[in-house]
């Protein structure tokens, strides 16, 4: 890019991110969902008066979004709409956007990490992690239904696990967060018992309280550190399942070992990652690993970092790495998915 190139794309960013900020009001506040659920174009007034908002606040945040050509307004009436062909993308895909409240907390605390006499690193306890984990629940509920059922289950289809799931077998969710997806699998699959294992306490109370909301009897959650599962756990579990949680973790070699002690020796462990490459120059020019790049530096490493050996991985330590992370942890990588592409993230199935 030469200079002028160079200053409207940085220029953009700057855009892109108030946009942002003004996606996740809308989903906060329940602006799209009373967008997306207009039958016929609305006005502000409308709109507000369906939120009990103030009207001058809702047309400003209309005004952002008709600018950023997310939702249209008629010039003669002044009504508003969002496009039919829209609506699904936004219902499912705006979640994302309030994390940018969430990692705004931290960023005075992240400032001192960066610091040589600073803290290592920021865990998820307290104040931040309790806003961190209401906002992680709300974006996996949103998007949870459609990557078990569209992107996992196919890829485990592919290995003969989806019938052994059916058939009824013993399940590890290793660091299963709020429990949207150990949730998931339990509703598809009634015969098979789940255990949903983390060290966060208000995880674990969200968990629960997914769990009696869908009334199910065949998932328990429990309070574990990754590295150090009970020995009673020995080659106890045919599946185990860990989902965004390695990069996070401070020692996930040793999770992994931990992983192989209370995996049978006929299960199957499946891996998903973040899928980008571990040489940050083959990211060059990728803004999706821009993305995760900026997350990590706010959530994943300081999570990473905040207990010894400080490993301090990174939510794109890649995966090339990660491949040779799991061979050095003694796992077989089925050849027919070893490495498949989940939109920006990578699925990895192993065996003993």
């Known amino acids: 890019m030469d200079k002028a190139e160079f200053g409207k794309y940085f220029t953009n960013i700057f855009q892109d991110g108030f946009i942002m900020l003004s996606i996740g009001l809308g989903h906060d506040l329940g602006l ?21 908002f103030k009207e001058r606040y809702t047309r400003e945040w209309l ?4 600018a950023a050509s997310i939702i249209k307004q008629d010039r003669d009436s002044n009504l ?63 998007i949870c239904d459609e990557t078990v059922d569209k992107k996992i289950l196919p890829l485990l289809d592919q290995q003969g696990a989806v019938s052994k799931l059916k058939s009824g077998i013993k399940v590890l969710d290793l660091g299963c967060g709020t429990g949207n997806y150990v949730t998931a699998f339990a509703q598809r699959f009634p015969k098979s018992t789940f255990i949903g294992l983390d060290y966060s306490e208000v995880s674990l109370k969200r968990c629960n309280e997914s769990k009696q909301e869908k009334a199910l009897t065949n998932v328990t959650f429990t309070k574990c550190d990754a590295h150090n599962l009970p020995d009673e756990w020995a080659e106890s579990f045919d599946y185990v399942f860990v989902y965004d949680v390695l990069h996070d973790l401070p020692n996930p070699h040793k999770a992994l070992g931990q992983i192989y002690k209370v995996l049978k020796k006929d299960g199957f462990f499946s891996l998903i990652e973040i899928g980008f490459h571990s040489n940050p120059v083959d990211n060059a020019d990728d803004k999706g690993a821009a993305l995760y790049y900026g997350v990590s530096t706010f959530i994943c490493l300081q999570s990473s970092m905040s207990e010894e050996p400080h490993i301090g991985y ?30 920006k993230e990578a699925f990895f199935f192993c065996t003993k």
């Open 32 to 52: 799209f969902k009373v967008m997306c659920e207009a039958k016929e174009p609305i006005s502000s007034k409308e709109v507000a008066k369906k939120l009990d």
């Open 314 to 343: 990174g939510a794109c330590w890649g995966k090339e790495n990660i491949e040779k992370a799991l061979l050095d942890a003694n796992f077989k990588i089925n050849a027919k998915s070893s490495l498949i592409d989940i939109d």
């Open 63 to 66: 005004s952002t979004m008709v």
């Open 80 to 142: 508003y709409k969002v496009p039919e062909q829209y609506k699904e993308i936004i219902m499912t895909n705006m979640g994302f956007a309030p994390a940018l409240f969430s990692v705004g907390m931290r960023a005075k605390a992240v400032k001192e990490t960066f610091k040589k006499d600073g803290p290592y690193g920021i865990n998820f306890n307290g104040e931040e992690g309790a806003d961190f984990f209401q906002w992680f629940d709300g974006y996996r509920t949103l």
